[in-house]
């Protein structure tokens, strides 16, 4: 048996080899140069840094977008806040509650240190004539002994026995009794000193005193009168009033409800 002739080189291995000779050639014949590393760095910051930028704006948006949130929460807390009530209809039943009268202050006020000394009214009060009733005056309580400076020159205190003053021209003390039989307790009545522009004295007879007023001859009220008491009411007090030109031509005393209880006609 014969062996088969040889078909000689493979012509593809043979091109192959000739390409591979050329470029290992040509690698040989260049030279690299250095790495760009400095540019590598600075693209590598550029990115960065805008991703900083980028992640900044996204966090002052964010808590921009949640105060706005809250702001609102808070002025209308609920979606139907702002929508109107309806309204309510008044109750028809019979039972239906009813207001009650106003509570009344007990117009008996103590002693304050911060109360002016001269409180007395030297005119009627405006409220009281366009209304066209009496408005009762408050009674100031004093203690027994306590000095009030009722004008200026003139001061008043009470004491258990009564009425005690002074000022004026002289300054002399002077007193009142209501426990030396110059008065009856029992019925309601008024008394009176005077001298210049200074007017006062006793009320008695009642608990539930409301007023002194001081008239003209034409028995137009004038002036209305300060009133002081002892605590526990006692059942009697002092008056005192100011008027600029001296004249007081008589002197009325009424209850809280507005009855006369007791006048001295006109001097």
């Known amino acids: 048996m ?5 078909a000689g080189p493979d012509p593809a291995g043979a ?3 000739l390409l591979r000779a050329e470029f290992a050639r040509a690698a040989h014949d260049v030279t690299p140069g250095p790495a760009p590393v400095e540019a590598v760095v600075r693209a590598g910051r550029a990115r960065r840094r805008r991703r900083t930028v980028a992640l900044s704006v996204l966090a002052v948006l964010g808590v921009s977008v949640a105060v706005a949130a809250g702001t609102a929460l808070g002025r209308d807390p609920h979606p139907a806040a702002g929508l109107a009530a309806p309204p309510v209809r008044p109750a028809t039943s019979a039972f239906a509650p009813t207001a009650g ?3 009344q202050a007990d117009p008996r006020t103590p002693s304050s240190p911060s109360s002016s000394p001269f409180s007395s009214s030297s005119s009627p009060s405006s409220s009281s004539l366009s209304s066209g009733r009496q408005i009762p005056t408050p009674v100031r309580t004093v203690t027994a002994g306590e000095r009030v400076a009722a004008a200026p020159g003139w001061t008043v205190w009470l004491t258990a026995q009564g009425k005690h003053w002074e000022g004026g021209e002289d300054g002399l003390e002077q007193f009142r009794g209501v426990t030396d039989g110059n008065i009856d307790p029992a019925r309601p009545g008024i008394s009176y000193q005077g001298e210049g522009g200074f007017h006062s004295g006793l009320y008695y ?4 005193v409301g007023r002194v007023e001081l008239v003209d001859t034409g028995g137009r009220t004038t002036a209305v009168a300060a009133l002081l ?3 526990g009411r006692p059942g009697w007090g002092v008056w005192y009033a100011v008027t600029r030109d001296g004249a007081a031509a008589g002197f009325r005393l009424y209850d809280r409800a507005g009855r006369l209880l007791s006048e001295l006609p006109p001097l």
């Open 205 to 208: 007879g009642t608990r539930d």
């Open 229 to 231: 008491e002892l605590p």
């Open 15 to 17: 091109w192959d080899d």
């Open 101 to 103: 009268p106003p509570p």
């Open 2 to 6: 014969t062996s088969a002739p040889d």
